[in-house]
């Protein structure tokens, strides 16, 4: 890793299928802040979770760094942050500890009936966006074209299964969970100690940028 600056180092880490575009209004001060875009790669073969949040881990160049990820990328940078050294995790609508699993996801974990999702249909990005978005996409079709850059049917299905097989019992330190009272994927009722962002929905990094780029300096400096 390189040698430690006076930039905070932010890393943002995207939600399944999606590529780092989903940032692209987030502005952080660069006078104190520096950003960085992570991207998903296809994992190999029989790949767990652990194996490739440390993987992931190669991209981090700068230690002490902040990790910050989008519902599946949330769960990410937390299993990242068990191989390095980090400032802080910011996950975003996303979950910290599998009491906060969805009945529904809980429920696929138990049946397996996530396995017969019809996962072959990714490359309609209608159907792609509901699953990793959570919401119709019809009046935004074109928007949400732009931010599904993975789209590979291998990579789909692990992403499901590892979501709902995801366990956490203990809180990582340092870390802060920042959530959309209106978010359908990941609903609040089952979320605790977290920073409420009023009509946030699951894809409030996009919509509510500007809440992010008022609250996010202060959240990583406190």
């Known amino acids: 890793m390189r040698m430690n600056d006076n930039l905070i180092h932010v890393y943002c880490?995207?939600?399944?299928?999606?590529?780092?575009?989903?940032?692209?209004?987030?502005?952080?001060?660069?006078?104190?802040?520096?950003?960085?875009?992570?991207?998903?790669?296809?994992?190999?073969?029989n790949c767990t979770f652990t194996s490739y949040a440390e993987q992931m881990?190669?991209?981090?160049?700068?230690?002490?760094?902040?990790?910050?990820?989008?519902s599946l990328g949330g769960l990410l940078v937390q299993e990242m942050s068990k191989f390095i050294e980090v400032k802080k995790i910011i996950?975003?609508?996303?979950?910290?500890?599998?009491?906060?699993?969805?009945?529904?996801?809980?429920?696929a974990r138990y049946t397996g009936v996530h396995k017969i999702l019809p996962t072959s249909l990714?490359?309609?990005?209608?159907?792609?966006?509901?699953?990793?978005?959570?919401?119709?996409?019809?009046k935004r079709l074109?928007?949400?074209?732009?931010?599904?850059?993975?789209?590979?049917?291998?990579?789909?299905?692990?992403c499901i299964d590892k979501m709902v097989h995801w366990k956490q019992s203990e809180l990582p330190n340092n870390l802060v969970h920042i959530h959309g009272e209106k978010d359908t994927v990941f609903p609040i009722t089952k979320i605790k100690d977290c920073i409420t962002v009023p009509n946030g929905t699951h894809t409030m990094i996009i919509h509510r940028a500007k809440w992010f780029n008022e609250n996010l300096p202060a959240i990583i400096l406190e």
């Open 57 to 70: 881990c190669q991209k981090i160049e700068h230690g002490n760094s902040v990790l910050l990820g989008v």
């Open 122 to 138: 990714v490359n309609n990005v209608e159907f792609l966006a509901k699953y990793a978005f959570g919401e119709p996409v019809v």
């Open 13 to 45: 880490m995207p939600g399944m299928a999606a590529s780092s575009a989903i940032f692209e209004y987030i502005k952080l001060p660069n006078t104190h802040f520096k950003m960085h875009f992570l991207e998903w790669d296809i994992p190999p073969h």
């Open 91 to 107: 996950i975003i609508s996303s979950i910290k500890l599998t009491q906060e699993m969805p009945n529904k996801m809980n429920f």
């Open 142 to 158: 074109d928007l949400y074209k732009r931010y599904m850059s993975v789209r590979d049917t291998n990579y789909i299905d692990w």
